[in-house]
């Protein structure tokens, strides 16, 4: 789709979050609401990240909170290597937010242009075939032409996609990019979130949709109630979370392989050791996998889990 | 700058593809109309009576459009959400604010223009004579537009839509009183009235310093100093307002 980003800091995060706080007040009551409590979590370049957590868990707080649409209490971000969100930055980053309602009386072609032109990173002999290029990859250059105010609710979050890629950007963020999108739509939002991020870019999206997640994310931040429970690789958390083990033997070498099923890491430990003081070879040993949807659920009833996970 | 034009850029289309505009400029043509038809009640002063209130027929739907597209300019793009995805781009709040105003502002001056030149068409078929305050009259309805525009502005960075329309209209009539305020002033003997009514002439603009719309019907001269204090009047006004509107922005969260 384009040209790997060039990063001047391809080794360090482009994103760390250190401490994030931020409160409410309601505006009758004056009663003060927490919706972030002292988060941090890093991304790193060309990875992709999912943000989890219930619904007012403050996963969009938290976006708003990195992007300064809301302005935190308390806390770092550092994007890039440097403290605090600059235009240089911002020209760095794109966003999608949560249900996107977009300029409608642009067409879609208009539309582009206006964000390319904003963010200055496109140069203006290539602008035109840019766009046409976006368009094509999210589906909609039958619908360039046409105003926004005719595209279904699908079309509105392809054609967002694309205004948050216009510029190349190296980090982008997606607030529940899935969301309002058919299973067509859905598989084609992953494999541009997969190239995107094959292409050096790093993606952090929040979603409700955990099988999207578990399929496309190597990392996880996940909240809960403004707190951070988890923040580390999926597939640790996968088998920190797995429910048993299964260990796979043999007697001796080049005998029947035998499966052993065991409850957590201490008795598989036990199981190993045993087999081999008995002569015996280990075969295969295998995390017996739960989804994340699981994980998830047991998670949102647990206390908080190893956020010092690291990847 | 280039950010803020491309804003600008942005504005006036979403303005000149807006409906409203459209039924805006029938109604001020169909005001036009009217000055010719009641141009025709007097015998001698025709020519001068469909001048008069086609001048007015301009002030009004300039000064309505500045109002009322002015209040909803930049809660719509809150309420809409469309400021999220802006704003995350390489632009500070004030160039967004500096953006909005000017691209609505080039909205103005174009209406402006439009509806003078029809006037224009059905005075010369009157057989006006025409003057260069034809256009200062014009000019004028366009710097207090402007100054309305950027109160608009203002009250809506902390006013709901239909509050703002309320608080700028107060002042537009505020604003077209204060020539007359002056006088009670000094006629009244309450030092209260006198506090009061010299802090409101501090705080309201004059908007009748742009009141030019009967130099070119009864072919009265302006004074050059006049209109240069106007424009100076004029573009104090919006930058102290806009500077304003900045600073209440700057802070404020998008929930």
Same mark, same amino acid.
């Given at each position: 789709?384009?040209?790997?980003?060039?990063?001047? =800091?391809?080794?360090?995060?482009? #994103? *760390?979050? @250190? $401490? &994030?706080?931020?409160?409410?007040?309601? !505006? +009758?009551?004056?009663?003060?609401?927490?919706?972030?409590?002292?988060?941090?979590?890093?991304?790193?370049?060309?990875?992709?990240?999912?943000?989890?957590?219930?619904?007012?868990?403050?996963?969009?707080?938290?976006?708003?909170?990195?992007?300064?649409?809301?302005?935190?209490?308390?806390?770092?971000?550092?994007?890039?290597?440097?403290?605090?969100?600059?235009?240089?930055?911002?020209?760095?980053?794109?966003?999608?937010?949560?249900?996107?309602?977009?300029?409608?009386?642009?067409?879609?072609?208009?539309?582009?242009?206006?964000?390319?032109?904003?963010?200055?990173?496109?140069?203006?002999?290539?602008?035109? =075939?840019?766009?046409?290029?976006? #368009? *094509?990859? @999210? $589906? &909609?250059?039958?619908?360039?032409?046409? !105003? +926004?105010?005719?595209?279904?609710?699908?079309?509105?979050?392809?054609?967002?996609?694309?205004?948050?890629?216009?510029?190349?950007?190296?980090?982008?963020?997606?607030?529940?990019?899935?969301?309002?999108?058919?299973?067509?739509?859905?598989?084609?939002?992953?494999?541009?979130?997969?190239?995107?991020?094959?292409?050096?870019?790093?993606?952090?999206?929040?979603?409700?949709?955990?099988?999207?997640?578990?399929?496309?994310?190597?990392?996880?931040?996940?909240?809960?109630?403004?707190?951070?429970?988890?923040?580390?690789?999926?597939?640790?958390?996968?088998?920190?979370?797995?429910?048993?083990?299964?260990?796979?033997?043999?007697?001796?070498?080049?005998?029947?392989?035998?499966?052993?099923?065991?409850?957590?890491?201490?008795?598989?430990?036990?199981?190993?050791?045993?087999?081999?003081?008995?002569?015996?070879?280990?075969?295969?040993?295998?995390?017996?996998?739960?989804?994340?949807?699981?994980?998830?659920?047991?998670?949102?009833?647990?206390?908080?889990?190893?956020?010092?996970?690291?990847? | 700058?280039?950010?803020?034009?491309?804003?600008?850029?942005?504005?006036?289309?979403?303005?000149?593809?807006?409906?409203?505009?459209?039924?805006?400029?029938?109604?001020?043509?169909?005001?036009?109309?009217?000055?010719?038809?009641?141009?025709?009640?007097?015998?001698?002063?025709?020519?001068?009576?469909?001048?008069?209130?086609?001048?007015?027929?301009?002030?009004?739907?300039?000064?309505?459009?500045?109002?009322?597209?002015?209040?909803?300019?930049?809660?719509?793009?809150?309420?809409?959400?469309?400021?999220?995805?802006?704003?995350?781009?390489?632009?500070?709040?004030?160039?967004?604010?500096?953006?909005?105003?000017?691209?609505?502002?080039?909205?103005?001056?174009?209406?402006?223009?439009?509806?003078?030149?029809?006037?224009?068409?059905?005075?010369?078929?009157?057989?006006?004579?025409?003057?260069?305050?034809?256009?200062?009259?014009?000019?004028?309805?366009?710097?207090?537009?402007?100054?309305?525009?950027?109160?608009?502005?203002?009250?809506?960075?902390?006013?709901?839509?239909?509050?703002?329309?309320?608080?700028?209209?107060?002042?537009?009539?505020?604003?077209?009183?204060?020539?007359?305020?002056?006088?009670?002033?000094?006629?009244?003997?309450?030092?209260?009235?006198?506090?009061?009514?010299?802090?409101?002439?501090?705080?309201?603009?004059?908007?009748?310093?742009?009141?030019?719309?009967?130099?070119?019907?009864?072919?009265?001269?302006?004074?050059?100093?006049?209109?240069?204090?106007?424009?100076?009047?004029?573009?104090?006004?919006?930058?102290?307002?806009?500077?304003?509107?900045?600073?209440?922005?700057?802070?404020?969260?998008?929930?």
């Amino acid at each position: 789709m384009s040209s790997k980003p060039t990063s001047a =800091s391809s080794s360090s995060p482009v #994103l *760390e979050v @250190v $401490g &994030l706080r931020k409160s409410y007040r309601n !505006p +009758l009551t004056r009663k003060k609401l927490e919706a972030l409590k002292g988060i941090s979590f890093e991304i790193e370049p060309g990875t992709i990240t999912g943000f989890l957590g219930a619904n007012g868990a403050g996963k969009t707080t938290t976006i708003k909170c990195l992007l300064e649409l809301a302005f935190a209490d308390a806390g770092e971000v550092v994007y890039f290597g440097k403290k605090g969100l600059s235009n240089e930055a911002k020209a760095k980053i794109g966003f999608l937010p949560e249900r996107p309602y977009f300029y409608d009386y642009l067409t879609g072609r208009e539309f582009l242009k206006f964000y390319a032109s904003i963010s200055g990173r496109v140069a203006r002999h290539e602008l035109s =075939s840019r766009i046409t290029q976006l #368009l *094509e990859r @999210v $589906g &909609l250059s039958h619908a360039g032409d046409r !105003p +926004l105010r005719g595209y279904s609710k699908g079309m509105l979050q392809r054609i967002g996609i694309a205004q948050a890629l216009i510029h190349r950007p190296e980090f982008i963020i997606l607030d529940e990019p899935m969301t309002g999108l058919d299973p067509d739509g859905r598989h084609e939002v992953r494999e541009i979130i997969r190239e995107v991020a094959n292409q050096g870019t790093a993606v952090f999206f929040s979603s409700h949709l955990l099988p999207d997640a578990e399929t496309l994310c190597e990392h996880l931040v996940i909240l809960k109630k403004g707190e951070l429970i988890y923040h580390g690789r999926t597939d640790a958390l996968m088998n920190q979370m797995a429910s048993s083990w299964r260990v796979v033997h043999q007697a001796r070498p080049g005998g029947v392989s035998e499966a052993q099923t065991v409850a957590d890491i201490a008795e598989m430990q036990t199981c190993i050791d045993k087999i081999r003081a008995s002569g015996g070879s280990i075969v295969e040993v295998s995390p017996q996998r739960v989804s994340l949807e699981e994980i998830f659920v047991k998670m949102a009833f647990d206390k908080k889990q190893s956020p010092e996970a690291q990847p | 700058m280039r950010s803020v034009l491309v804003i600008a850029g942005n504005t006036f289309r979403e303005v000149i593809r807006d409906r409203i505009l459209y039924g805006l400029i029938v109604f001020a043509i169909m005001l036009l109309f009217l000055s010719l038809a009641l141009g025709q009640l007097s015998f001698d002063e025709n020519i001068r009576l469909s001048a008069n209130f086609g001048f007015t027929g301009i002030h009004i739907a300039v000064v309505v459009l500045a109002v009322f597209v002015g209040s909803t300019l930049v809660s719509k793009e809150i309420d809409k959400q469309t400021i999220l995805t802006l704003l995350a781009r390489p632009i500070s709040r004030a160039q967004f604010i500096l953006g909005k105003s000017l691209g609505l502002t080039a909205v103005l001056a174009v209406v402006a223009t439009g509806l003078a030149l029809i006037l224009s068409a059905f005075l010369l078929f009157l057989g006006f004579k025409f003057t260069p305050h034809y256009l200062t009259a014009v000019f004028g309805v366009w710097l207090e537009a402007a100054v309305l525009l950027a109160l608009a502005l203002f009250f809506g960075s902390f006013a709901r839509p239909m509050m703002t329309v309320v608080y700028t209209i107060a002042v537009f009539l505020l604003g077209h009183w204060v020539e007359s305020l002056h006088f009670f002033i000094k006629k009244s003997e309450s030092d209260f009235f006198k506090i009061g009514g010299t802090a409101i002439t501090y705080l309201v603009p004059d908007l009748e310093a742009f009141n030019w719309r009967s130099a070119p019907v009864y072919a009265i001269d302006i004074p050059s100093g006049q209109i240069v204090a106007a424009v100076g009047a004029s573009t104090g006004w919006v930058l102290i307002l806009i500077a304003l509107t900045v600073l209440i922005f700057r802070r404020r969260d998008f929930v």
